[in-house]
Nanobody
Framework: QLQLVESGGGSVQTGGSLRLSCAASGNIPSNLYVTWFRQASGKERDEAQGVACIRVGADFTLYSDPVKGRFIISQDGAQNTVSLQMNMLKPTDTGMYYC??????????????WGSGTQVTVSS
């Protein structure tokens, strides 16, 4: 069973940066995509929005429009980790960030494993 553990959340001011990491362990299936989802305050996790996605072991990434040019998703195959570098943070980036693995980018119904989430708070 695939397990995901996030780390790196915290509180920053507008314009600051944070780096999130997602460590995978267990049985890692093939043809896997890792998506970072943001769950805004007052919303359920199934309303979380995908912000960035990467295909494991391949040079393919996808970003939502609000984070293009500010966030960078990357992977370290040797460490089985996926990271999300978040720059020029805005208050609208605030939320619980989940790392999730599945067979498509951004599609919650295709997710096979979720992390427990890490909170990001951006103050103005």
């Amino acid at each position: 069973q695939l397990q995901l553990v996030e780390s790196g959340g915290g509180s920053v001011q507008t314009g600051g940066s944070l780096r999130l990491s997602c460590a995978a362990s267990g049985n890692i299936p093939s043809n896997l995509y890792v998506t970072w989802f943001r769950q805004a305050s007052g919303k359920e996790r199934d309303e979380a929005q995908g912000v960035a996605c990467i295909r494991v072991g391949a040079d393919f990434t996808l970003y939502s429009d609000p984070v293009k040019g500010r966030f960078i998703i990357s992977q370290d195959g040797a460490q089985n980790t996926v990271s999300l570098q978040m720059n020029m943070l805005k208050p609208t980036d605030t939320g619980m960030y989940y790392c999730a693995a599945g067979h498509y980018c951004f599609r919650q119904r295709e997710i096979v494993s979720w992390g427990s989430g890490t909170q990001v708070t951006v103050s103005s």
